[in-house]
């Protein structure tokens, strides 16, 4: 209603070795359309002049501020202590990566669409990219989900991307209760959790300019056909199984207990189903799981039938 305070929203980044990339994203995270926002940044260890950068932003500007880390924690470990100490006085808490470009809008659009949903229910908005290069030369856009987000799907994949992702207070609550063992990554695990006990809601309006270069953690690729071989050679990847197996057990020991029944068998099927190349190829006709698009659907699938989850 018109004369209601602007909720505030907490914005953390993690940083690491990002002294190239920060000052462009720092801006356009300040840069905000939305009129109250705070940027709390924890640095994972750089030894590039990061810490140096961000303590001179955290002098000049009163909305930002900044922590170095005792130690390297990872992505996932990083972003898990920075949600430990969001404020009780935010509402909504979005992910940012340090090498992007946010549109001035982003959050606004998340804070009015997680706001429309029912008082209590964990939401979890997430959106589309722009993918650029190093320069910030558009190569691209991210691929609109095929199928919308469940929880059948964060079983298999990821379409949240983290930089992407903002949380409402319920979700936030739901997600710190208690962590997962790692290894995890931490925006597939908000997908899973948020899937399973609340509302994922999927922008496709890109929300910022996602950067490829060779730092990244991960990437979205420029072309249709570099994001399929990239997920089947993620889906040869031994580690890449050991994960989804991994976040799956731990959705399962730690939400169990919440989950309904229908979605519980869905992870206990999930996790039994490797067991035998004759159960395989049964789970990877009728298995309840799926990915977004179908050509990945349909490789993943006889990947599945060879090699397990």
């Known amino acids: 209603m018109k004369g209601d305070p602007v909720p505030l929203v907490e914005v953390v980044l993690s940083s690491y070795d990002g002294a190239a990339w ?6 356009s995270i300040l840069g905000q359309t939305h009129g109250n926002l705070r940027l709390s940044v924890r640095d994972d260890g750089s ?3 990061t810490p140096e950068m961000l303590a001179a932003w955290a002098e000049r500007e009163e909305r930002l501020s900044f922590r170095q880390g005792s130690r390297n924690l990872g992505p996932a470990g990083s972003f898990f202590r920075l949600l430990d100490d969001v404020g009780s006085d935010a509402a909504f808490v979005a992910f940012a990566d340090q090498d992007d470009v946010w549109e001035a809008d982003k959050i606004a659009r998340a804070v009015a669409a997680l706001s429309a949903l029912p008082e209590g229910v964990p939401g979890l908005y997430c959106a589309r990219v722009v993918i650029v290069d190093e320069d910030l030369q558009r190569r691209g ?3 609109l989900p095929g199928r919308g987000p469940s929880l059948a799907n964060a079983l298999v994949e990821n379409i949240a991307i983290g930089c992407t992702s903002v949380l409402n207070r319920a979700a936030l609550a739901l997600l710190r209760a208690e962590w997962p063992q790692p290894p995890v990554k931490h925006d597939w695990w908000c997908y899973q959790v948020v899937s399973a006990l609340g509302q994922v809601i999927y922008d496709a309006r890109p929300a910022l300019k996602y950067r490829q270069h060779g730092g990244n953690m991960t990437g979205a690729g420029y ?19 050991a994960l989804r197996r991994h976040q799956a057990g731990e959705l399962l020991r730690l939400f ?12 206990a099927d999930f996790l039994d189903s490797e067991q035998g190349i004759a159960r395989r190829l049964r789970y990877a006709v009728s298995g309840g799981v799926h990915r977004q698009y179908w050509l990945d659907d ?4 006889l990947l599945y039938v060879l090699r397990g989850v």
Do not use: H, M, W, Y
């Open 22 to 27: 920060l000052e462009a994203q720092i801006a």
């Open 141 to 143: 856009l991210s691929p």
């Open 47 to 49: 030894r590039d002049g």
């Open 298 to 301: 349909l490789a993943c699938r």
């Open 256 to 267: 169990g207990s919440r989950l309904s029944t229908r979605d519980r068998a869905l992870v």
């Open 223 to 241: 072309t249709p056909l570099d994001r399929f071989l990239g997920k089947v050679g993620r889906q040869l990847n031994g580690e890449q199984s």
